[in-house]
C-alpha cells in the first residue's frame, strides 16, 4: 500500500520538480562517489594481497604433499633394495649346492639382475632426493614470501579500516538521503538515469548546460534544444552521449552573464590630403 502511494506522489510531480530531485540525488551519488575516490585503490589492493596470500597458502600446501610422496617413494626404494640384498645373499647360498653349470649361470644371473636393480633403485633414489631437496627450498621460499604478503596485507587493511571508519558515517547518511530520494523519482525514469549514470566514465547521469554545451561530453547543443531545456516540459538527453540535461538555474547554477561589448571606438586619421593641406595653407 505505501509502495502504491510513493508512486502516485512521484507521478503526480511535474517534470521540473522530477529533474530537480534527480539532480539533488545525482549530487548525492557525486559526493558518495568521491569518497570512494578517498580509499582510492586500497579495496583492489587488499583484495589482490589476500588472493596472493591464498595462492601461496595452496602452494605450500602442495609443495609439501608433492615432497611427501617424493619421500615415501625413497622409502619404498629402500625397502626394494633390501629386499634384493635378501635374495642375493639367498642366491650366494645356492650356489654352493648347484649341480651343474646350468643351474650356476642361471643363479648367476639372477643376482646380476638384483645387482642393476639396486643399482637403479640407488639411482632413483638420489634423483628424488635432488627433488625433495628442491621441494623443501620452494616451500622455505614460499612461506618467507607469505611472511612478507602478510605483513602487507594487515598494513594494508589498517590503513582501509581507518579511512572506512573515518568516511562510513558521511557514506551511510549519504547513502539514506539517496534512497529517500529515489523514492520521489518516477521509477523509469530513475531507471533511465542509473543506466547513464553506470555507463558513464565520470558517475555522471544528468548534467546542466554549460556554454551551449552539454556538460557531460561538452558537445554543443542546438538553441531549439536549450530553449526545450529550458522549458522543463519534458526529459531531454544529449543527442551524442545520452546524459539527461537540465537548464543551471534548476541545478542552482548562477549562469555567467554575457559580457558587453564596448563599442568600438573610430580612429581618426591624422593624415591630411594634399586638398586639406592647400586648404589649410
Do not use: W
Not at 570512494?36 to 601461496?56: N, S
Not at 642393476?116 to 633414489?125: F, G, M, P, R
Not at 558515517?169 to 520521489?184: F, I, P, Q, S, V
Not at 547521469?205 to 556538460?215: F, H, L, M, P
Request: proline letters at 3%; glycine letters at 4%; a negative charge.
Amino acid at each position: 500500500m505505501a509502495k502504491k502511494n510513493v508512486e502516485k506522489t512521484s507521478s503526480e510531480m511535474s517534470i521540473e520538480e522530477r529533474l530537480k530531485n534527480l539532480y539533488q540525488l545525482q549530487t548525492i551519488l557525486t559526493e558518495i562517489d568521491n569518497i570512494r575516490t578517498i580509499r582510492g585503490e586500497l579495496p583492489l589492493e587488499v583484495q589482490d594481497l589476500e588472493d596472493e596470500v591464498e595462492g601461496l597458502h595452496t602452494r605450500i600446501e602442495k609443495t609439501r604433499s608433492e615432497a611427501e610422496e617424493i619421500s615415501k617413494a625413497i622409502v619404498a626404494l629402500r625397502g626394494e633394495i633390501e629386499e634384493s640384498k635378501m635374495k642375493i645373499d639367498n642366491y650366494q647360498q645356492q650356489i654352493d649346492n648347484v649341480r651343474n653349470s646350468r643351474e650356476y649361470d642361471l643363479i648367476n644371473k639372477e643376482i646380476e639382475f638384483k645387482n642393476l636393480e639396486i643399482q637403479l633403485a640407488e639411482k632413483k633414489i638420489n634423483e628424488a632426493k635432488v627433488a625433495e631437496a628442491r621441494k623443501q627450498e620452494l616451500i622455505q621460499k614460499s612461506e618467507e614470501e607469505l611472511d612478507n604478503r602478510t605483513q602487507d596485507l594487515e598494513l594494508k587493511k589498517n590503513e582501509l579500516d581507518e579511512i572506512v571508519i573515518e568516511t562510513k558515517a558521511d557514506e551511510d547518511k549519504l547513502r539514506e538521503k539517496a534512497k529517500a530520494l529515489e523514492l520521489t523519482i518516477e521509477p523509469r525514469i530513475l531507471h533511465a538515469f542509473k543506466r547513464i549514470r553506470k555507463n558513464s566514465r565520470n558517475g555522471l547521469g544528468i548534467v546542466y548546460v554549460q556554454r551551449d554545451a552539454c556538460g557531460g561530453c561538452f558537445a554543443k547543443i542546438p538553441p531549439q534544444r536549450q530553449l526545450d531545456v529550458r522549458m522543463r516540459k519534458k526529459v531531454i538527453v544529449c543527442e551524442y552521449c545520452g546524459r539527461i540535461l537540465i537548464d543551471p538555474e534548476l541545478a542552482g547554477v548562477i549562469p555567467d552573464a554575457p559580457k558587453e561589448e564596448k563599442p568600438r571606438r573610430r580612429r581618426t586619421s591624422r593624415k591630411r590630403t594634399a586638398v586639406e593641406e592647400e586648404s589649410g595653407e
